[in-house]
């Protein structure tokens, strides 16, 4: 009997052990994966994730959940289902993530009183509130809205039951539960709503992220978005390594240089010759900074014109010549005849949650000629790596308001619009962030347009 059952007790610990044990192929796939650089290895799991294979949060290990995505998608897209990840698999799950990482466009946006960044899928054309909590971002197709908020003092098992008790009470359907020590996540679905929480520590209080979306915007596929704003918080708090943010992925290659030389790069267009360039108008706003008849106004506005023609109250008309251009701040300075009776002041420093508004003039006939106003608030004091040369402001720019100011409150003073973030540096840029060291006063009534 001994025997025997030191014969089952044996088969009983080797069961478990044989059933966890590795898928042929799995250990080349692993070593692969762990020779890859640090970004690449981050790269491929938002990629991954966003292409659909990928539910869980990125992070630079290698598991056997990984592997059996990965051959997964490699079955899916009619590849051998070996689960190594080399330079041609990154390139293609890049490819297959591009369309909605661009639809995304997230930029990374800090609480603005605790400071931790996430990602945010500003290309949504979200607006941003801020109040005594945090911010929300509301889609202006109703499709989408989030908050960020801090709640200080609350308690997070408490917070969990709360939010768990609540999507059952609306009966409401949880697709997935955590709770851990420091953190919890509830993602659900109610009444044509979806929806995932993540509710981290943040002593004395917790940092919660909420996103809704509706279950008919599945183009949006939101539900991978999620994941992927979770792990950038989860990345923030504990200061495990995060990918770099995705920038306009069909623009250029989030992969190490060996391995974004598997993606074959487009064809360089023959240059032009001077009769063959496209002619064409552009149009924007500026406003005089002295009594000269200075006029600053965006570089792009103004670059490779053959002729500028400056508008005063869009009625007299004089000839500007450009006579100093910073096209990394994109910015330039134009002389004009004009002896204005006012002029802007610079000031130096920005304040969170100040209201501010933008004159623009939208694209004839739509509007009239006078132009509209749209107003917003500063939402946070730095952009993308937080540079704070790129404050965020959730006021919408019309078409035709580039290079001109914006305006505070009480109409009375503001910031000049200095355009957006140069492609090249990171992606797409975000059309509502502005150097705050370049703020200035300046009265609704100057207001000037350059056509």
């Known amino acids: 009997m001994r025997g025997l059952a030191a014969i089952v007790l044996l088969l009983a610990w080797s069961l478990p052990v044989f059933a966890l044990s590795p898928p042929p192929g799995y250990a080349d796939a692993q070593r692969a994966f762990d020779q890859l650089p640090l970004n690449d290895r981050l790269t491929f799991n938002v990629a991954l994730t966003a292409a659909g294979n990928w539910p869980a949060i990125a992070d630079a290990d290698f598991s056997r959940k990984l592997f059996d995505a990965t051959t997964q998608y490699q079955a899916d897209n009619g590849l051998a289902p070996t689960g190594v990840v080399d330079k041609e698999l990154l390139a293609k799950v890049n490819r297959s993530a591009s369309p909605l990482l661009e639809t995304w466009g997230f930029r990374l946006i800090a609480h603005p009183t605790r400071g931790h960044p996430i990602w945010v899928p500003m290309g949504l054309g979200l607006l941003a509130e801020r109040d005594q909590n945090g911010l929300t971002w509301r889609d202006p197709l109703k499709r989408a809205w989030l908050t960020y908020d801090y709640l200080r003092d609350a308690n997070l098992a408490a917070a969990y039951n709360s939010v768990v008790a609540k999507v059952i009470a609306d009966g409401g359907q949880i697709a997935f539960k955590i709770l851990k020590d420091d953190f919890f996540i509830v993602s659900s679905s109610t009444n044509g709503l979806d929806s995932y929480i993540r509710c981290q520590a943040d002593r004395p209080g917790v940092l919660w992220l909420s996103l809704f979306w509706l279950h008919n915007a599945s183009d949006l596929h939101m539900e991978r978005a999620a994941t992927l704003m979770s792990g950038s918080s989860a990345s923030a708090m504990s200061g495990a390594p995060f990918a770099d943010i995705p920038s306009s992925p069909q623009r250029s290659s989030p992969l190490s240089p060996d391995m974004a030389a598997a993606v074959p790069p487009d064809p360089a267009p023959a240059p032009l010759a001077p009769e063959q360039r496209e002619k064409g108008e552009t149009s924007g706003m500026g406003f005089f900074v002295n009594a000269d008849g ?5 570089a792009r506005l103004v670059e490779n014109c053959a002729h500028i023609a400056v508008a005063k109250d869009q009625i007299a008309t004089a000839d500007g010549s450009l006579v100093a251009h ?9 002389k004009t005849a004009f002896k204005p009776e006012r002029v802007a002041r610079i000031r130096a420093s920005v304040r969170l949650g100040e209201t501010v508004e933008a004159p623009g003039l939208a694209p004839a006939p739509s509007l009239s000629s006078s132009g509209g106003l749209t107003d917003g608030n500063v939402v946070a ?22 290079g001109g100011p914006s305006v505070r409150s009480k109409r009375q003073c503001g910031w000049r619009r200095l355009g957006e973030r140069p492609r090249s540096q990171h992606g797409g840029g975000d059309r509502r962030r502005y150097p705050a060291r370049r703020e200035l006063r300046h009265k609704r009534k100057s207001h000037r347009e350059l056509s």
């Open 294 to 298: 200075d006029v600053v106004t965006n």
């Open 326 to 334: 910073d096209a990394a701040n994109d910015l330039a300075v134009l």
């Open 381 to 402: 004091l730095a952009g993308a790596s937080s540079d704070t040369r790129y404050p965020q402001v959730s006021t919408p720019v019309q078409p035709r308001g580039s």
